[in-house]
């Protein structure tokens, strides 16, 4: 019997770790991803003000699973019915319970123009295109527009304007951040929404909301009630859609995220409505603690099979508990702790403890002191004591 799992980001690889355990040993494990790596794409945004971060958040998946096999490809399609996956290298992989976990890519909408002009912030090389762009500006000075305030859109700009304040460029560049709804960040509640509209003012970051982007030109993007805004680099951070081998298209899953009789999907691959009829917003968060719901689901599943049927077993639910939401604003940080709102030192301290947290969980210790490394900023207070 064979168990695949399609993509090994926060979802497919908390999935793989768990089965590697759970898993009966002649239950043969496989996990397929394009890239070869595990990449920490809640960190990415942070290569761009320290290059250096980027080697720490792409972790190869050899160092972090034990007894799966490991195939480095690219997934073109998937038909569970059949059980069978095509990939890229012209290779198919049948399969008796598939997992998909192939994230997201991001979402253009048709607009105008957008997708040829935009960088999004998606993978690695985008970090170093985004970073290599802004480097040009930071000397001639001009305009970088982020357009959408998601997670990615406020930390992605936060980085940008902590960068160009650095180099002591604030004057001469503009970090101007584009959102269609009312207020960043779209959907939370108001006292939180103000700590990060504070956040982003405090750190010089133009925001420009209920302002929706129609199209892009090679220097100018249009928008629906306003003059039209000249930028220098635009970056895209508007929105995701489901991968390629799905169509684009992100299925709606139970809280059981049994997608159909021979698979599992969780994470940004899917839209999730859990235990409780909520609906799941696609965070790095929220993937980790699906990955717990499903290996428990496809263990259950595989020993039902083994012991060649009765009743369908029964299935694990997942319920989201938003205990906490944190965002980074360059140095800056806001946090919900509970009922809580904090601001500064000790939600970026949360933050980085989020990160670190995680980094140790998958047993990439070296990567974690880097990134207390690169979170303690230049105010930070020296207290070793003298020698
Ligand atoms: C800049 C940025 C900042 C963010 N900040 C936060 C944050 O602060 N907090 C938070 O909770 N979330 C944050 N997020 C969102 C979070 O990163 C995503 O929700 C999370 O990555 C989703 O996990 P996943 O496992 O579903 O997908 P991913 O992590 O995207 O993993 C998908 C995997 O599938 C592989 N793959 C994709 N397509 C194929 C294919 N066709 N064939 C083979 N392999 C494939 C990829 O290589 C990848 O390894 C941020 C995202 C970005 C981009």
């Known amino acids: 019997m064979r168990v695949a799992i399609f993509g090994a980001g926060y ?7 768990r089965l590697e355990r759970s898993l009966p040993d002649d239950v043969e494990l496989v996990v397929v991803d394009e890239s070869g790596e595990h990449v920490v794409r809640h960190l990415l945004h942070r290569g761009i003000r320290f290059p250096d971060e980027l080697d720490h958040v792409r972790l190869p998946l050899g160092l972090l699973l034990d007894r799966a096999t490991i195939r480095e490809a ?14 890229a290298d012209g290779e198919s992989l049948s ?3 598939g997992v998909v976990t192939l994230g997201a890519d991001p979402e253009f909408y048709d607009l105008e123009g957008v997708a040829e002009h935009a960088t999004p912030l998606h993978r690695p090389a985008d970090v170093a295109t985004i970073r290599a762009a802004f480097e040009d500006m930071l000397e001639d000075g001009g305009r970088v527009v982020v357009g959408g305030a998601g997670l990615t859109g406020i930390q992605t700009a936060g980085e940008l ?3 160009a304040r650095e180099r002591d460029a604030s004057e001469s560049v503009d970090v101007t951040l584009l959102e269609q709804a009312d207020a960043v960040p779209p959907g939370y509640d108001e006292r939180l929404q103000h700590a990060v509209a504070d956040a982003l003012e405090a ?16 220097d100018t993007v249009t928008v629906t009630d306003g003059e039209p805004i000249p930028y220098d680099q635009l970056v895209w951070a508007g929105g995701i859609r489901g991968p390629a081998a799905q169509g684009g298209d992100r299925p ?10 021979n698979a599992f999907a969780l994470g940004d691959t899917v839209r999730i409505v859990d235990e409780n009829g909520t609906r799941v917003p696609p965070t790095a968060h929220a993937a980790i603690r699906q990955a717990g719901v499903t290996a428990t689901n496809v263990t259950r599943v595989v020993e039902h099979r083994r012991e060649n049927g009765g009743f369908e077993p029964r299935l694990d639910r997942y319920r989201h508990d938003e205990t906490g939401w944190l965002v980074s604003v360059g140095d800056d940080a806001v946090a919900r702790v509970g009922p809580k709102i904090l601001r500064g030192g000790a939600a970026m301290a949360a933050k980085t403890a989020v990160g670190v947290g995680y980094l140790t969980s998958v047993g990439a210790v070296e990567d ?6 690169d979170t303690v900023t230049p105010d930070a207070v ?4 003298p020698r």
Do not use: F, K
């Open 203 to 218: 750190a010089d970051v133009d925001v420009r909301t209920s302002t929706t982007i129609t199209g892009a030109s090679q």
């Open 95 to 97: 399969y008796d319970i």
């Open 382 to 385: 020296d207290v070793t004591p």
């Open 252 to 261: 709606t899953v139970p809280a059981t995220l049994r997608l159909d009789a």
């Open 368 to 373: 974690a002191v880097a990134h207390v490394r």
């Open 74 to 87: 690219r997934v073109e399609t998937l038909d569970h019915e059949r059980a069978i996956a095509t990939l």
């Open 161 to 163: 304007a902590a960068l």
């Open 11 to 17: 979802a497919g690889l908390g999935v793989a770790r």
